[in-house]
């Protein structure tokens, strides 16, 4: 493959840098850089002038509102993004739900619904994980069942990301308890706002409130927002999860990350010489640079195989793995550079509006938090010994 851009790919690429430096507002790039949780007026401000330039969802045709990139393009954007640490856009909608829809929707659903994500109107929130359903997620127990024109729904979610803030959850239901277990499942778009739906703040390692448990009391859904037909949940299920785990290897941000690293460690002395002079940390360092590398190149043929709409295939499970293997890496070395500076928490200041005077520790303040928060990547959209599983079936035969 090769990856030098053309003459028109670098005047795009200059393009989104000027647009970057002059409309990602100032305080939203330094709770970014700092490693500061943003809040929701943050995310849609920074969401609502992406929506307005007409480039919040680079993944989307044109047809539906999309910029119509080529997968270069998108390459380009996310990684300009990252280096300039513009907010990840929240991927429910834009790049989870929408696909779906688009894929498996009814006209009048494209009609409603993706216009409404665009224009930042609906908060979306995924309802896949259940006590005992994670990996094994075709075992989920949350029933629906038929009432007219509605299903009454009752059962438990958990892991549900920032679904303190949704109003709209797109939702595993088993609609058959008897039909085999993938044949039983469907897909319904659920109004969190709905009588009987309660939301429980799980606090992970790092002290953040970023995930959920969601309960549903006989929660009243429209059978007119159920997603293809009853029963068809389970492909709209792994048509998603290709699209999420494609995302989740993160390329943009463990560049920046491991150009974060790479500064931190010419910067902190070991023995009277940057740390990045000493031989054992800076081959593990050369280690990450080539494995990104070469995850770049996978990436890129993955998007570009998928480029006139057809699906990721098993290779985003291999994109998943690698990706949050290398960024949890990049994690680890970066708190080891930090040494002593690293184990402080400073809640107040990550998920609040306090500040330090320290620049010095408002800098490092985000090490040890970030390195715990990195360890989930190896877990949640489906966990990496499943992912294995699913490339030496899939593609290696086994």
Known sequence: MNLTYSAEEQAFRQQVHDFLDTELPDDIRERVRLGRQLSPDDQLRWQNILSQRGWLAPNWPEEHGGPGWGPVQRHIFEEACAAAHAPTIVPFGINMVAPVIMRFGSEAQKRHYLPRILANRDWWCQGYSEPGAGSDLASLKTRAVRDG???????????????????????????????RKQAGISFLLIDM??????????????????????FLDEVRVPVANR????GQGWT???????HERTGIAGLGHAKQALRHLKSLATRVQHRGRPLLELASFRQRVVKAELELMALEVTNLR??????DGGVPGAESSLLKVRGSELRQELSDLTRRALGPAAPPFFPDFLHGDAELDDPARAESAAGAAQYFNRRKLSIYG?????QKSIVAKTILGM
Not at 227 to 230: K, N, R, T, V, Y
Not at 236 to 242: E, M
Not at 382 to 386: C, F, L, T, W
């Open 227 to 230: 997603i293809g037909e009853e």
């Open 236 to 242: 709209c299920a792994k048509f998603l999860l290709t």
């Open 193 to 214: 706002t709905s009588p009987g739906i309660t939301v429980r703040p799980i606090i992970t390692l790092e002290g953040a409130h970023e995930v959920n448990e969601v």
């Open 149 to 179: 024109d509605h299903y009454i729904v009752t059962g438990q979610k958990t892991w549900t990301t920032l679904g303190q803030h949704a109003n709209m959850m797109f939702c595993l239901v088993r609609t058959d308890p008897d039909a």
């Open 302 to 307: 993955v998007i570009a195989a998928a480029r």
């Open 382 to 386: 489906g966990a990496n010994e499943i």
